[in-house]
């Protein structure tokens, strides 16, 4: 199962937009399982409520894994969103 | 009878007062007579889900103009709707045995409180989404995708415990009077939207509900969080609509009037004076032109109504789409656009203009807050024209003529406003046919975005008139639609007009979108619209206001 580690290098977080853009980017892969892990706690990346609870700072080392068909093209997308700073299509 | 009811007090959220019959919206109905028809199928649930999802993003669509942290709210909620571990939650629940509402309300209530126990302020306001998704989720349920605003017919103060934002936006803001709930705080979505539609509310008011229960009218003042339940008499003396509270803005925000009853309608609204008082309606559809008398009684009237604010009086602006029958064009006019209107057919009938500058001097010398704006300007000679008539009116009056100002709607006028120094005291930027001469493009037509004021090339254009006038010592107002346009105004005051006027139902959202940006975002994202490749772009840069 192929694991990525990102740094949330903004200045919220995994909140607000951002939290949603990740959510929205995650929800695109149908047939793929995301988990969002931050320390010990892990979370479905296409849960948005999940998620904010995740209490991802900005500065944050997260480790995302996925699952399934499109795994490696959804870690890819996830990877592009945050090292590009969350900038809208 | 009695005198009028002590003042509850609250929160305030949203600054204007605003008076008129109460509207009390009802609770979310809970369970007891209509039992949950297809609530207890898990497919359902998911349905039902999709379905107020989607109304949500739908809502936030058609508000993302005028309304844009409204729309990013409803945009939030939906995705809340189709959050898999709520659904999976809920789904679980009624596997369980719960009932639909056990099971949708236990659900988000779950997540609301794990999102209050990080205890930051921006979880807590995710955790009162939450729990509308949860409301909006089971009246979906149960077959009723209603608003609870449906009722509201008339414009009122709308009194609940709480309102959500897909409420709220579920209907025209002008029926909104003023808002007013027992729950929710100054940073809470019920405020943020108030302030962003410009509506009066006033939030956290304990008792609102039980206060308004027999209370036909109240009034609100959304500045300092006090609400009024009145009585019948009361009401019927106050039922004044609703007054914006205009003062902290980078820029004033004037009406547009058609009539001295709209200039009237203006000042209850609390704008800060007319940029633009059409003169129209004292010679259309009659037989003949107005007197000087009549139309001095009527200028004074405006003026009285707005004062101390200014009121810039257009002289007469007709031919084209606005013919005069007793003004039939001195020759064939292929194409009246280009015709003789605005200044070239008022200076050329002394009968239009001798009455008008008669009367406009002798009202200016009562008034001072009365001020002249000649219309379709293109020439200097025009200008010195006009000048020289105020003039020889004010000699015979013994009087000073009015400040007299020019409305820029021709592009030759726009890029050389220099040349008019001394001739006129102010500019008012005439968009809307500043933008058709522009693009050769008729506005009624609908071209389109790219064919509209925010083509960066017609943004350039309104940039650089602002800047020219101002060299020039010139007072910039603008007058035209642009201006009454959240998107637009940001623009404008970045640019750095000194004032907008606007139709007064613009006022309202106009002040809410600048109430959050100040000068300095204005200004970046002006020059950013005017950089951009096309209309499109340079309307997102000035959404986001960066």
């Given amino acids: 199962m192929p694991e990525i580690s990102l740094k949330v290098d903004n200045d919220v977080g995994l909140h607000a937009r951002p939290a949603a853009l990740f959510v929205q980017t995650a929800a695109r892969f149908q047939d793929t399982t995301i988990e969002v892990r931050n320390g010990t706690a892990t979370c479905d990346a296409k849960s948005i409520l999940q998620l904010l609870t995740l209490g991802v700072g900005p500065g944050t080392v997260i480790t995302v894994r996925a699952e399934g068909g499109q795994a490696d093209e959804a870690l890819d997308a996830l990877r592009n969103l945050v090292e590009g700073g969350f900038s809208e299509g | ?546």
Avoid at chain 2, 535 to 543: F, Q, S, T, V
């Fill in chain 2, 1 to 546: 009878m009695g005198g009028s009811a002590p003042a509850l007090r609250g929160t305030p959220a949203s600054g204007g007062r605003a008076s008129g019959p109460v509207f009390l919206v009802p609770e979310a109905s809970s369970g007891g007579s209509a039992p949950p028809a297809a609530g207890t199928d898990p497919e359902a649930v998911g349905r039902a889900a999709e379905a107020a999802a989607d109304r949500l993003v739908q809502l936030a669509r058609e508000r993302a103009g005028t309304a844009q942290s409204a729309a990013a709210i409803l945009e939030a909620q939906a995705m809340m709707l189709r959050d898999p571990s709520l659904l999976s939650g809920i789904r679980d629940r009624l596997a369980s045995g719960s009932s639909a509402e056990e099971a949708v309300v236990g659900a988000a209530e779950t997540f609301a409180q794990q999102l209050e126990a990080v205890g930051d302020e921006y979880l807590r306001q995710r955790a009162a989404d939450v729990r509308d998704v949860g409301r909006l989720l089971l009246t979906q349920l149960r077959g009723g995708a209603a608003s609870r605003l449906e009722g509201l017919t008339e414009p009122a103060v709308v009194v609940a415990h709480d309102l959500a934002p897909a409420d709220t936006l579920s209907v025209d803001p002008s029926l909104l009077l003023a808002v007013v709930t027992e729950t929710g705080g100054p940073t809470s979505h019920a405020a943020i939207i108030a302030r962003e539609l410009g509506i009066p509310a006033v939030v956290r008011l304990a008792g609102a509900v039980e206060a308004a229960r027999g209370a036909p009218g109240a009034s609100v003042d959304g500045t300092v969080g006090e609400v009024r339940f009145g009585t019948a008499s009361e009401v019927r003396t106050a039922a004044g609509g609703r007054r914006l509270d205009l003062g902290a803005l980078p820029v004033p925000l004037r009406a547009n009037a058609g009539s001295p009853a709209a200039v009237q309608a203006a000042a209850d609204a609390g704008a800060l004076g007319v940029g633009l008082l059409r003169t129209e309606f004292l010679f259309l559809g009659r037989e003949e032109p107005v007197s000087e008398d009549e139309q001095a009684a009527l200028y004074a009237a405006a003026c009285s109504a707005m004062a101390p604010h200014p009121v810039v009086v257009r002289t007469l602006d007709v031919g084209f789409d606005k013919p005069l029958p007793y003004v039939p064009p001195e020759r064939a006019e292929p194409n009246p656009a280009l015709g003789q209107r605005g200044v070239r057919l008022w200076l050329a009938h002394e009968e239009l203009w001798r009455p008008q500058v008669a009367a406009l001097v002798r009202v200016g010398a009562a008034h001072p807050n009365l001020e002249v704006m000649i219309p379709m300007v293109a020439t200097r000679s025009e200008m010195v024209d006009v000048g020289t008539r105020f003039q020889e009116a004010a000699g015979r009056q013994g009087a000073t003529p009015p400040r007299l100002g020019m409305m820029v709607e021709l592009p030759a006028a726009a890029v050389a406003l220099d040349r008019f120094a001394g001739l006129a005291a102010f500019v008012s930027l005439g968009t809307n046919d500043l933008t058709q001469y522009a693009l050769g493009a008729d506005r009624e037509l609908d071209w389109g975005v790219e064919l509209t004021e925010y083509n960066p090339g017609v943004l350039t254009l309104l940039a650089g008139a602002i800047e020219g006038a101002h060299r020039a010592g010139l007072e910039v107002g603008v007058c035209g639609e642009l201006a009454g346009q959240p998107e637009g105004a940001t623009f404008l005051v970045g640019a750095g007009a000194d004032y907008l006027s606007m139709a007064a139902g613009s006022l309202g959202p106009v002040a809410g979108a600048l109430g959050r940006r100040d000068a300095d975002r204005c200004r970046t994202a002006a020059r950013a619209a005017q950089a951009a490749r096309d209309a499109d772009g340079a309307l997102r840069l000035l959404r986001e206001g960066r």
